[in-house]
């Protein structure tokens, strides 16, 4: 049986290697979510963190080039509405 291919962040770039768009994409936002149920603020720690790796990894990748504020993509689609 052949493994699934995960979707993962691709760093330092932080595309998803199977679906190529920014991560995380829909499949690990779902898989997530499925981690961390019943623990939300667990997921918004863990983003939280991640984000800032991610921050790390972009501004190493383009020098001097502003980013965008990374906080609707890592953080903002998890919480509470």
């Known amino acids: 049986m052949r ?3 995960k979707h993962t962040p691709l760093r330092p770039s932080w595309r998803c290697p199977v679906c190529g768009i920014l991560w995380p994409c829909s ?3 779902l898989r997530l979510l499925g981690e961390y149920r ?3 603020p667990g ?3 863990h983003l939280a963190e991640v984000q800032q790796v ?5 501004t190493k990748l383009n020098p001097g080039v502003a980013l965008p504020d990374l906080t609707p ?3 903002g689609w998890a919480e509470a509405r």
Request: aromatic share 4%; no cysteine.
């Open 3 to 5: 493994e699934r291919p």
């Open 73 to 75: 993509r890592f953080v």
């Open 54 to 58: 991610a921050a790390a990894d972009l």
């Open 43 to 45: 997921l918004l720690i």
């Open 38 to 40: 019943g623990d939300r």
């Open 27 to 29: 499949a690990a936002k």
